[in-house]
């Protein structure tokens, strides 16, 4: 048995690779991209160790080329949610009782093998399956996953050391235990490293999860998967299952032994599975832990001192990378009416410069939306903008899904700032901007407090301090990640803690210490080395002076 107090390597954000021209970054990148493109995967589920295919097969294609296939996936059942429970639950026992700095080796290592012989694949896999350019693709899936790794074992080793004082005469003691029962990670398609976060946060602290990724991203979710063995996580502690979302909960909230969720998606959703998890609280061994992070009306604000070209930029990228599929990305503006006139010239360059296309055409700053389905609603959005009298299309407004699913980035210009796409989550790559008069900035700071029922993102941007001491106080509420002269994406684990609140979630801030303690359960000890042998407590004795008479009466 290893003796000792250990401390992890101390972590340090991996570096964001450049794939300019000529770089080896970009010849190993595409040369992985032709490679993937000539495969079709046969991508199976893991259940405790086993690759479990049932013959029922989905296609998968890339957004940006829907004609392509890439591969098949096994679609699930009821059944094979329960064979993941119960492979989890096989696990537990072992894997929590495995010394904390041996689970940590585990992730470190998959921090390496991702920064090393993985990251050209898994960045590949996420730009064919969710139609991400390469930089894109290189912030998510290589560098910001590596970092949950790292800094994770980093918290965790924090948490671990966090010990109550101890009196003379007694030592007390505090262990973080993994939560009783299996956890349950249900991640999005838009982000590959929230898909290998959210199952692997609660692994690291000892627990067995149950993990259902979009159907989406199954094809970048079965590369983390490889990963995750390879880097020695043990059979049953992830267990990966493609099954729909009702079919999930109805196994496994019901499930006395359920512990938890670890959730990124939809807004309806995670109300539901909320609703779910109470109507069903009296089945459950302990009440369950409920963490979410879900949508956004994300806002960027300009003071009349603002720098217009600033302004401009922070909206072209924080609006339109990632076809704005970012539950960050800037979703409504509010322009003074003194920039207008320059904040608008700047825009429509910048939009007439971005190229769209194929993913593998490292020129395109802008790919394809998810799927039909959403390029269905943004469509039925800006025909009905193109009708609406009281809406400008600046810039953009055409679509197209002859190829792949793609949507021209788009900027609606509403008189009316309560405009349905000044209200409503679109998710795609359509801003909508409302110019308010430049003497009113205290009112429209108001207005953007009070405009949506999110909280996850939100940018100001002036050079007037007091503008900005004005709206970091009025907009306190109305974003959990809330950035000054900077666009209203791009979070970095351990320096910007990400998470909001009101309808935007938990707030449990992915990336650092707090979303690790979830997944916790404490318990304290206290050992006393000599036990008293007497149940009388010094008050109880008798002064020689005392009047006995006195504090006798009434005996028995």
């Known amino acids: 048995m290893a003796n000792g107090f250990f401390n992890v390597p101390a972590p340090k954000n991996e570096p964001v690779k450049g794939y300019a021209p000529g770089s080896p970054e970009r010849r190993e990148l595409q040369a992985m991209l032709k490679q993937l493109k000539q495969e079709e995967k046969d991508i199976p589920m893991y259940i405790g160790g086993e690759q479990v295919r049932t013959g029922n097969l989905q296609r998968i294609s890339p957004p940006h080329d829907h004609q392509h296939t890439l591969g098949h996936f096994h679609l699930g059942s009821a059944e094979h949610v329960q064979q993941a429970i119960d492979a989890a639950l096989a696990a537990r026992t072992r894997w929590a009782e495995l010394p904390w700095q041996e689970r940590a080796a585990i992730f470190l290592k998959a921090a390496e093998l991702l920064a090393g012989p993985y990251r050209a694949r898994l960045n590949a896999a996420t730009m064919l399956g969710q139609s991400k350019n390469a930089f894109q693709a290189e912030i998510d899936s290589a560098c910001e996953l590596i970092d949950f790794f790292r800094f994770n074992v980093h918290f965790m080793q924090q948490i671990y050391q966090q010990q109550p004082e101890s009196a003379p005469g007694m030592w007390n003691r505090l262990e973080h235990r993994p939560l009783e029962g299996f956890l349950f990670a249900l991640t999005?398609?838009?982000?590959?490293?929230?898909?290998?976060?959210?199952?692997?946060?609660?692994?690291?602290?000892?627990?067995?999860?149950?993990?259902?990724?979009?159907?989406?991203?199954?094809?970048?979710?079965?590369?983390?998967?490889?990963?995750?063995?390879?880097?020695?996580?043990?059979?049953?502690?992830?267990?990966?299952?493609?099954?729909?979302?009702?079919?999930?909960?109805?196994?496994?909230?019901?499930?006395?032994?359920?512990?938890?969720?670890?959730?990124?998606?939809?807004?309806?959703?995670?109300?539901?599975?909320?609703?779910?998890?109470?109507?069903?609280?009296?089945?459950?061994?302990?009440?369950?832990?409920?963490?979410?992070?879900?949508?956004?009306?994300?806002?960027?604000?300009?003071?009349?001192?603002?720098?217009?070209?600033e302004v401009s930029t922070a909206i072209s990228r924080g609006a339109f990378e990632f076809q704005g599929q970012k539950c960050s990305a800037a979703s409504r503006v509010y322009i003074p009416s003194n920039l207008w006139d320059d904040v608008r010239g700047y825009l429509i360059e910048d939009l007439k410069s971005m190229k769209m296309g194929d993913?593998?055409?490292?020129?395109?700053?802008?790919?394809?939306?998810?799927?039909?389905?959403?390029?269905?609603?943004?469509?039925?959005?800006?025909?009905?903008?193109?009708?609406?009298?009281?809406?400008?299309?600046?810039?953009?407004?055409?679509?197209?899904?002859?190829?792949?699913?793609?949507?021209?980035?788009?900027?609606?210009?509403?008189q009316d700032p309560q405009y349905v796409t000044m209200c409503e989550e679109l998710f795609g790559p359509v801003l909508t901007l409302h110019v308010y008069d430049s003497q009113q900035f205290e009112k429209t700071l108001e207005l953007v407090d009070g405009t949506s029922p999110y909280a996850l993102t939100g940018a100001v941007f002036a050079k007037d301090r007091y503008a900005v001491d004005l709206a970091t106080k009025k907009l306190t509420n109305a974003a959990g990640n809330f950035y000054i002269n900077d666009k209203p994406t791009g979070a970095v684990v351990g320096q910007q803690p990400f998470g909001g609140a009101r309808a935007s979630g938990t707030n449990d801030k992915a990336g650092s210490i707090l979303n690790l303690l979830r997944w916790v359960s404490p318990r304290t000890i206290k050992e006393t080395f000599v036990p008293p042998v007497d149940y009388r407590y010094p008050f109880l004795g008798v002064d020689n002076h005392e009047d006995l008479n006195v504090t006798g009466k009434g005996g028995f």
Request: no cysteine; proline share 4%.
């Open 188 to 309: 999005p398609f838009n982000f590959t490293s929230i898909a290998g976060n959210l199952p692997t946060a609660p692994a690291m602290m000892g627990n067995v999860v149950v993990w259902k990724p979009a159907n989406t991203q199954v094809y970048s979710a079965q590369v983390l998967m490889e990963l995750f063995q390879e880097a020695g996580v043990p059979d049953g502690v992830i267990n990966l299952v493609y099954v729909d979302g009702p079919t999930a909960g109805e196994v496994i909230f019901k499930h006395r032994d359920f512990a938890g969720i670890h959730f990124t998606g939809s807004t309806g959703v995670f109300n539901n599975v909320w609703k779910t998890i109470g109507e069903n609280v009296a089945t459950y061994r302990t009440y369950p832990r409920v963490v979410g992070e879900t949508g956004g009306k994300d806002f960027i604000i300009a003071h009349s001192s603002a720098n217009a070209k």
């Open 359 to 414: 993913v593998e055409d490292f020129s395109n700053f802008i790919n394809a939306v998810i799927d039909e389905k959403s390029f269905d609603k943004l469509a039925r959005y800006i025909d009905a903008a193109k009708n609406d009298d009281s809406v400008e299309i600046l810039v953009g407004g055409g679509h197209d899904k002859s190829k792949g699913y793609f949507i021209e980035p788009t900027i609606l210009v509403a």
